[in-house]
C-alpha cells in the first residue's frame, strides 16, 4: 500500500469535520452511503450482520482468512488494528501463492475499509 501523499494532504486539508464535508473548488462535496456501495459493492439494504464470536474461533477463523493471528486484546476482546495489517501485509512475497495473494487482498480490503472509508464513524 502506498498511499499518494500529496493527493491525501490535499484532502485532509479541504476537510472540515464539523460539516463532515470537503470545500473544494467546485464546492462542497461529501461521501454518502451511496458512495460507498459504488466504491465497494457492499449491501446496504436488509438486516445488519452481527456475530459474537468467541476468542478461539475468531482466531481460527483470521487464520484461515489472512494466515496469520493478531495478538491484540482490547478489554479483554481480540481486534485487529489497521497498523497491524499494515505492518504485516505491506511487502507480498515474489513467489506468493494463490492463497497468499488472496490473504493480501483481505488485508488490504480490511485495512481499506477501517482506515480510509469507515475512519469517522
Do not use: K
Not at 1 to 13: G, H, R
Not at 16 to 32: A, D, W
Not at 57 to 70: F, M, N, Y
Amino acid at each position: 500500500m502506498n498511499p499518494d501523499a500529496s493527493l491525501i494532504t490535499a484532502l485532509v486539508e479541504r476537510w472540515r469535520p464539523e460539516t463532515s464535508t470537503f470545500h473544494l473548488p467546485c464546492g462542497e462535496v461529501t461521501i454518502t452511503l451511496e458512495d460507498v456501495v459504488t466504491l465497494s459493492g457492499l449491501a446496504i439494504d436488509g438486516d445488519a450482520v452481527v456475530v459474537d464470536i468467541p476468542d478461539e474461533e475468531w482466531s481460527a477463523i483470521c487464520l484461515r482468512l489472512l494466515g496469520r493471528v493478531p495478538v491484540d486484546l482490547v478489554g479483554g476482546v481480540a481486534v485487529v488494528r489497521i497498523v497491524w495489517l499494515r505492518v504485516e501485509f505491506s511487502h507480498l512475497p515474489e513467489d506468493a501463492s494463490q492463497e497468499v495473494i488472496e490473504q493480501f487482498a483481505r488485508a488490504y480490503a480490511l485495512s481499506l475499509i477501517g482506515g480510509v472509508l469507515m475512519l469517522y464513524l
